[in-house]
């Protein structure tokens, strides 16, 4: 594929916004009421981009709950994470977010989220940004979660581009791997030694412009 893709394919959570940390804060919390012991270490190391079941079974390290236990322990998680995303507001846009966006669509390129959220769309609409992707893939699209391209996958669908004229844009290792698995071009945001099969990548998405997206 040449330089310039057709769709580019972002992940929302660490990406357009950092609402990692809010992740991070609400399982931590129903960590330490559980009582089971949980670093920002292992957060970023295991549960970055990770859906919200199998990050509930890495909490767990083994230790058997119920299914019921499990839901109610899903849900207390998210209720947490919803009030914290409940004062959001567009400045939490990463700096830039607007004008990459524009521009994205102003050079003619399809623009769609790929996030495993289920809350993606309420936090796309808080930021004020819903309006500039052709294609919306979130956490109730698909059934196989991140490594698995489903989602990615699922996203070019929605906007009508070829896996291989996509590039993909993510934090998480787990994302990137997905976006390689689905035959796409890998942008990874974060430290450069968090991912295994990135085709570039760059330490934030402050203040970017297409062609940063675009290097390799
Ligand atoms: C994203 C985030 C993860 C989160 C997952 C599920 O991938 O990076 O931290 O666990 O979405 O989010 P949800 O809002 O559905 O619990
Ligand atoms: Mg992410």
Redesign the pocket.
């Given at each position: 594929m040449t330089n310039t893709p057709k769709a580019i394919l972002f992940?929302?959570?660490?990406?357009l916004t950092d609402?990692?940390e809010y992740h991070y804060r609400a399982w931590k919390r129903l960590a330490d009421e559980e009582g089971i012991p949980f670093t920002r270490e292992e957060n970023d190391a295991h549960l970055?981009?990770v859906g919200r079941r199998d990050s509930l079974l890495y909490l767990l390290h083994g230790r058997q709950v119920s299914e019921e236990k499990m839901l109610e322990m899903m849900d207390r998680k998210n209720r947490y994470y919803n009030e914290s995303i409940k004062q959001m507001t567009p400045a939490e846009l990463v700096s830039g977010g607007h004008e990459l966006l524009a521009e994205i669509r102003a050079a003619g390129i399809k623009s769609a989220v790929a996030?495993?959220s289920k809350n993606c769309r309420i936090v796309l609409d808080l930021l004020g940004i819903t309006k500039y992707f052709d294609g919306i893939a979130d956490g109730n699209s698909v059934v196989n979660s991140k490594p698995a391209p489903d989602i990615f996958v699922f996203a070019a669908g929605l906007v009508g581009v070829s896996t291989p004229d996509c590039l993909g844009v993510?934090?998480?290792d787990a994302?990137v791997e997905a976006i390689k698995t689905a035959g796409m071009r890998a942008l990874g945001?974060g430290p450069r030694e968090r991912f295994h099969r990135a085709d570039f990548v760059l330490p934030d998405m402050v203040n970017k412009h297409l062609q940063d997206l675009l290097k390799s």
């Open positions: 992940d929302l959570d660490g990406v609402t990692s970055r981009g996030s495993a993510e934090d998480a994302g945001i």
